[in-house]
């Protein structure tokens, strides 16, 4: 009987050290970006905010993305040109949706590549994609370069127009994020 309960610890010890591995580890703010990127005919135009904050859960012991979230207050993107930046603040109603998330539903990793599927929530609405990543475990960090791209139309957003013609219907993102291990 004394063995058996011995074997017992040593099974919920081994599971319990297992699963401790696994992190929920937010990512370092200073080192952490989106940028957006819109075109026009006449005009290309690209914004960043630097408030972003994310999660990402990982195995460190095999280098492993299990999970990834992200949000960013769509308020303070900042393209350089304050006119600008309120008209697009109106155009996407900012003040009903000033967050955009993301919370994935599953991550595949092959090499150094993440693909991360899940749900994007921007203007109100919700739509499932697919977020291609390009992951770096350098020393005692995660850095992650991300790209994805939406249809404004897509998310119930009139496009914006210079001179009656209005930009391209997309809307492609890069999101940089650092974890510290």
């Not at 299990?66 to 003040?95: L, P």
């Not at 990793?109 to 739509?127: C, E, N, P, W």
């Amino acid at each position: 009987m004394q063995k058996i309960s011995g074997i017992i610890v040593i099974i919920i010890g081994v599971l319990t050290i297992a699963q401790s591995q696994v992190k929920n580890i937010p990512c370092i703010q200073n080192e952490t970006s989106m940028t957006y990127f819109i075109v026009h005919p006449l005009h290309k135009m690209e914004s960043t905010s630097k408030d972003v904050s994310s999660i990402v859960r990982i195995d460190p012991s095999n280098k492993t993305v299990q999970a990834v979230s992200a949000s960013v207050d769509v308020t303070t993107f900042n393209s350089g040109n304050s006119n600008r930046d309120s008209h697009a603040m109106e155009v996407i109603d900012a003040i009903s949706f000033p967050e955009a998330s993301f919370t994935s539903s599953s991550v595949i990793s092959r090499g150094d590549s993440l693909f991360a599927s899940g749900k994007l929530t921007f203007h109100g609405i919700s739509r499932e994609i697919t977020i291609t990543a390009l992951q770096q475990w350098v020393e005692k960090k995660l850095i992650i370069h991300a790209a994805f791209t939406i249809s404004l139309t897509n998310f119930q957003i009139e496009r914006p127009s210079l001179l009656l013609v209005p930009v391209e219907d997309e809307l492609r993102f890069s999101l940089t994020t650092a974890y510290a291990l």
